[in-house]
């Protein structure tokens, strides 16, 4: 199986990119990120906190759990809107830090990406899912630019600020790449492509064309 793995900060376009490329590649797409805002947001409704790790370890292990294209299922409800919301957005990164919830889905996500060729997007793809995938890419953009993108998605008259989504993205970054568990950074060997001012066809374009490089190598 060909795992195609994108890493990247929120914002980054992975979603995006990710699937056009799955799609063009006629691979699976799988956005690991849907999978932890799934568990934040089934915890959040059975009342549980980030310090009851045993809780919440067995509850991303044993969750009805589906990714099925764009949609996110839990226990066979459309769930894919409600993961997007703010207050699962802020609480999702204190959830995933947490060890157990980020060993159950990565088993869940390995077993998927044995499957069938896959393109696997999230922050530990490259360096903790699949470390052995053959293609790894960390896609990334300027923290401006990522606000900008967050603004025109929520596109609310109560909407944050930029500098306000500027300084959640940072502090997200940062309580990311400094938890104990699978911690947010760059695999050594994944090529970096900053998609800052970029239209998304020149980002896809420019995946394929390093990923078709990789394949003939």
């Known amino acids: 199986m060909t795992v195609v793995a994108i890493d990247g900060p929120a914002g980054a376009g992975k979603s995006t990119v990710a699937r056009r490329v799955a799609s063009a590649l006629g691979y699976r797409h799988l956005d ?5 805002r799934a568990v ?10 980030p310090e009851q790790a ?19 299922l839990v226990e066979g409800r ?3 809107a409600r993961v997007r919301q703010p207050d ?11 060890p157990g919830v980020r060993a159950a889905l990565v088993h869940r996500q390995r077993e998927l990406a044995a499957q069938r060729d896959v393109v696997m997007e999230g922050r530990d793809i490259g360096t903790t899912v699949v470390p052995d995938a053959g293609i790894k890419i960390f896609l990334t953009a300027s ?7 967050r603004l ?18 940072a502090a997200r970054d940062e309580a990311d ?11 050594p060997d994944a090529v970096v492509v900053d998609s800052t001012g970029k239209d998304v066809d020149d980002v896809v374009a420019e995946l394929l064309l390093l990923i078709g490089e990789r394949e003939r190598r």
């Open 152 to 169: 025109a998605d929520q596109g609310a008259d109560d909407a944050p600020t930029r500098s306000e989504l500027e300084a959640s993205i």
């Open 88 to 98: 699962v957005t802020r609480a999702v990164s204190a959830y995933s830090a947490v």
């Open 177 to 187: 790449a400094t938890r104990a568990a699978s911690p947010f950074v760059r695999a």
């Open 40 to 49: 934040a947001l089934a915890a959040l409704e059975r009342g549980l906190g």
């Open 54 to 72: 045993a809780s919440l370890e067995q509850l991303a292990a044993d969750l009805d759990l589906a990714i099925e294209g764009d949609r996110v």
């Open 78 to 80: 459309d769930v894919s």
């Open 32 to 36: 690991t990120g849907a999978m932890y």
């Open 143 to 149: 923290i401006r630019e990522r606000a900008l993108r």
